[in-house]
């Protein structure tokens, strides 16, 4: 088995191949079956598909993505969420709405985005999909990257949907004679050698090692039973756990000693396929269903009820579920009753990498530390910014991308700048993060610190809010008391101490929310400003009066809740902010031309 290093540059190699097929591809027509016939995006509700369909078209207009191809962006139905499993079964419906038995022809990508990333809030407002990635002139987002790491996989595909999320990234390589084919009928599902810790917060594959087909980088399986976030025991005791190198070589639960344990391995989900007429037969059930009232996971819903191995005793467990419907058991039994006997495929990727960059420590993490996805993908420190060589510092670990940082500022190890404008005298503490905002003001940012600013329009005024918290902020803890919200901290200080130092009372009105969710998500605390440097400028105090427990009083503001940002959010006017430093940076890069 090749050395850590050499699997590493053979990924880098084969990505970067990848790369520069799709880089070939970006402001053309791809010929037949070369790309995908749909690539569809689920969005939650009606703004955030405005939002997304208004990047997209940009992106069009910009030539940054492949031409004749159907983009489409879905919403989810109104009412109880859904799910990505419901999402799909929606989008089915949707696509047999637009074209009829013609989409039973299509070779369509699916890419889950519908949430609101409360986990990295500077995704919340233009999406998951649409964050920025510090490489590419013009910068790439995960939606480029997501489109050049599946550009091999079209060619050698039936008519089928390959479905994916939208904060995940996944880096292989093959032999060279090797090919990644969704040919087969039924479900076809990538596996990742991964430690069996992280196996418990994926999907982890009970693979048949009498069916392989190949070995080396890449082999073909079928799937005994899929296991849902299970506990390593779980694992040991289905047979998921492998000798890493050797995925035929399963261990059962008693086999395994201290000097073994470092190469075990568990083969865990990323994305997956199922053909035309297993689609069918799930819009034909989304159908007779009439209106989903609970929410499906269509990994752990979908792909459980699969395999000669599979129980039922998933239909019954919700210990991974966010609100316990009351028809959930129902709805998971009869998708089990469909799905039961349908093939479930899996391709072996031996040499490949799976990276979530879903919370601000992932962020963080992938794009500044000395990380292999940051080696493998050619990450930059400065991509696609205007960075005077006057400026006081740079750690090599920051990252910067799509920004202005003017002579005089400094920007602390680990962090990372997106979207913004950083004047003279502005100094970013390490692992923060600032995001579309115009700090123009002298100021220390401290270490630890999340900035992230939106437009908003209100009785059609355009107006800014800025939310800032610390990076290690649970944005999705929350209390359903008011009298329990002593336990929420802000910037590791108690809400309450904080509430007392903006002037803020304890009310009915604090929070945004209306189901009892009460949390720095939902909290009323963000002042509304007239100018985006103005926000900015007032959240930086908000936080600097906690850091020094000094009074800031918010009387005189109008106050919004994240939560509520997101309802007011104007696409149009953060994208036209954007859109100002990508001219900017064009012309400077003119400018430096001409001058040589």
Known sequence: MPAA????????????????????????????????????????????????????????????????????????????????????????????????????????????????????????????????????????QMLELKLAMYIDF???????????????????????????????????????PSDLTVG???????????????????????????????????????????????????????????????????????IFYMDHSTAKQLLTFYKQMGTLCCEIDAYGDFLQALGPGATQDYTKNTSNVTEEESRLVEVRQKLRSLLKGTMFNVIVLNNSKFYHIGTTQEYLFHFTSDSKLKRELDLLSVAFSVFSDEAETLDQSASIIQSILEPGCSVGAGSVIEYS??????????????????INLKVDIPSNCFLSSLSIKINDQVKYVSMVFSVEEDFKKSVKLLSDIHSLKFFGVGLLECLD??????????????????????????????????????????????????????NAFKLLSVEEMLTYKDVEDMLKFRKQIYDKIRLQRRKEKSDL
């Open 5 to 140: 290093g050499e699997r590493s540059a053979a990924r880098r190699e084969a990505t970067g191949r990848r790369l520069a097929r799709f880089a070939a591809l970006r402001g053309k027509a791809a010929r037949p079956g070369e790309f995908w016939d749909v690539v569809a995006v689920t969005a939650a509700d009606a703004e955030q598909a405005l939002g997304y369909r208004q990047q997209l078209a940009e992106k069009l207009s910009r030539k940054e993505l492949p031409l004749g191809v159907r983009y489409h962006v879905f919403v989810d139905p109104p009412g109880p969420k859904i799910g990505n499993g419901g999402s799909t079964l929606h989008v089915l419906r949707c696509l047999e709405d637009l074209y009829g038995d013609k989409w039973t022809s299509f070779i369509v990508l699916l890419i889950h985005s519908g949430g609101y990333s409360q986990r990295l809030p500077n995704a919340s407002a233009l999406g998951k999909i649409f964050t920025a990635l510090p490489f590419g002139d013009p910068i790439y």
């Open 154 to 192: 079209p060619s050698h595909m039936k008519p089928g949907i390959l479905i994916t999320c939208s904060d995940d990234i996944e880096l292989y390589s093959t032999g060279v004679t090797e090919t990644v084919a969704f040919d087969k009928p039924g479900f076809t599902a990538l596996a990742h």
């Open 200 to 270: 418990t917060t994926h999907g982890v594959f009970v693979l048949d090692p009498s069916s392989f087909s190949g070995e080396g980088g890449l082999a073909y399986t079928s799937c005994h039973r899929f296991l849902h976030k299970p506990d390593i025991e779980t694992m040991r005791q289905c047979g998921a756990v492998c000798v890493r190198g050797n995925c035929s070589q399963l261990r059962s639960s008693g086999d395994h000693s201290d000097s073994e344990m470092d190469s075990e391995c568990v083969y865990t989900d990323s």
């Open 421 to 438: 404008r950083v004047g003279p005298g502005v100094s970013v503490g390490k692992n923060s993060i600032i995001s579309g905002s115009h």
């Open 501 to 554: 130092l903006w002037g803020v009372e304890v009310s009915d009105q604090l929070f945004s929310s209306e189901n009892t969710r009460l949390g720095l998500w939902t909290a009323r605390i963000f002042p509304v400003c007239s100018t985006l440097s103005e926000s900015v400028r007032m959240s930086l105090k908000m936080l600097n009066s906690v850091q020094h427990m000094s009074a800031f009083k918010l």
